[in-house]
């Protein structure tokens, strides 16, 4: 069974970081791309970033880069996304997402963790 558990969510004040993980487990997570996508509240599914499957090649949305920095570690099956200098508007549901390759179809998402940036 195809596992992603996230976890690292919390309530920070703005300028804060944190570091999301999203455990793996059930498939050879290796040979996937990865991604990070949120949820604001009342709003629709943002993508925020990907990785490859061998961790050498990334990809932003203009409004996290230089902010968020997305890696895995393979060996430990394991994906991050550190999130440096949190707005207000980071508030959302974030989830990981795996796919084939970085632009095809998502075939399995996590349950999500909650980031609240908030004074």
């Known amino acids: 069974e195809v596992q992603l558990v996230e976890s690292g969510g919390g309530l920070v004040q703005p300028g804060g970081s944190l570091r999301l993980s999203c455990a793996a487990s059930?498939?050879?997570?290796?040979?996937?791309?990865m991604s990070w996508v949120r949820q604001a509240p009342g709003k629709g599914l943002e993508w925020l970033s990907a990785?490859?499957?061998?961790?050498?090649?990334?990809y932003y949305t203009d409004s996290t880069k230089g902010r968020f920095t997305i890696s895995r570690d393979n060996a430990e099956d394991t994906l991050y996304l550190q999130l440096n200098s949190l707005k207000t508007e980071d508030t959302a549901m974030y989830y990981c997402?795996?796919?084939?390759?970085?632009?095809?179809?998502?075939?399995?998402w996590g349950q999500g963790t909650q980031v609240t940036v908030s004074s």
């Open positions: 997402a795996r796919s084939l390759v970085v632009d095809s179809e998502y075939n399995g």
């Open positions: 059930g498939f050879t997570f290796s040979s996937y791309a």
């Open positions: 990785i490859n499957s061998g961790g050498g090649t990334t």
